[in-house]
């Protein structure tokens, strides 16, 4: 059976990023995660250029951990504020990037 390949996040670009996200998340809310063995098709890409897969958080801020309803699900919501977050941490890792490589 022919699957996906893993989706591994490049250290150098991941160390570059961090900071970015950081930034946009604000203090203490970067949190590393445990690999994860779920597949995805953005690992394709990242075989073939450097990159970095992270996730962001949409659970409701009032729902305990281990609460929210699994992806996929019927009872599956995102917060949008979660939402903005992403856009805000995928801007500030853009802009950021292109700054230090202008070619």
């Known amino acids: ?32 995660m445990d690999a994860t063995t779920g597949a995805e098709d953005f690992s ?28 996929h699900t019927p009872d599956f919501f995102v917060d949008e504020d979660g939402m903005i977050t992403g856009v805000k941490a995928l801007c500030f890792v853009t802009a950021d990037y ?3 490589h202008p070619n």
């Not at 990242?46 to 659970?59: I, L």
């Open 1 to 32: 059976v022919v699957g996906y390949p893993i989706t591994y996040n490049n250290p150098e670009l991941t160390s570059e990023v961090v900071p970015s996200l950081e930034a946009a998340t604000g203090a203490g809310h970067l949190q590393v």
């Open 44 to 71: 394709f890409f990242a075989n073939k250029v450097p990159s970095v897969y992270w996730f962001t958080g949409g659970k409701p801020l009032d729902t305990p951990p281990g609460y929210a309803a699994p992806h």
């Open 98 to 100: 292109l700054l230090k």
